[in-house]
């Protein structure tokens, strides 16, 4: 599968965006999904992740209440929508997928098969 991340932007503290992760393939729908986000100089961190029915959602500690990962399948589309955003916010946002990844694995990296680019999110104070 191929991975499409778009959405990003310039925002002020406080505003919202709404990132997309479109994928090809015809079995999207079974595919665990995830949000993952880099920040100069830091590590890779987790950010949000689904399963295959949209029905099972984990997030970071530092996102929840404020993010939300949802998805399409008949769109073949990943959405993470980020509200009440924050300058620590910024960084890197990428999508990534894997078939037979399990709930209790999906906030590593390295649990993922698939991987789009990422798209900028800045957010200023």
């Known amino acids: 599968v191929q991975l499409q991340a778009s959405g990003g932007g310039l925002v002020r503290a406080g505003d919202s965006l709404r990132l997309s992760c479109a994928a090809s393939?015809?079995?999207?729908?079974?595919?665990?999904m995830g949000w993952f986000r880099q920040a100069p100089g830091k590590e890779r961190e987790f950010v949000a992740s689904?399963?295959?029915?949209?029905?099972?959602?984990i997030y970071a500690d530092s996102v929840k209440g404020r993010f939300t990962i949802s998805r399409d399948n008949a769109k073949n589309t990943v959405y993470l929508q980020m509200n009440s955003l924050e300058p620590e916010d910024t960084a890197v946002y990428s999508c990534?997928?894997?078939?037979?990844?399990?709930?209790?694995?999906?906030?590593?990296?390295?649990?993922?098969?698939?991987w789009g680019q990422g798209t900028q999110v800045t957010v200023s104070s």
């Open positions: 990534a997928a894997d078939r037979s990844l399990i709930l209790s694995s999906a906030a590593t990296a390295s649990a993922y098969n698939y």
């Open positions: 393939g015809r079995t999207f729908g079974r595919f665990f």
């Open positions: 689904l399963n295959w029915s949209g029905g099972s959602t």
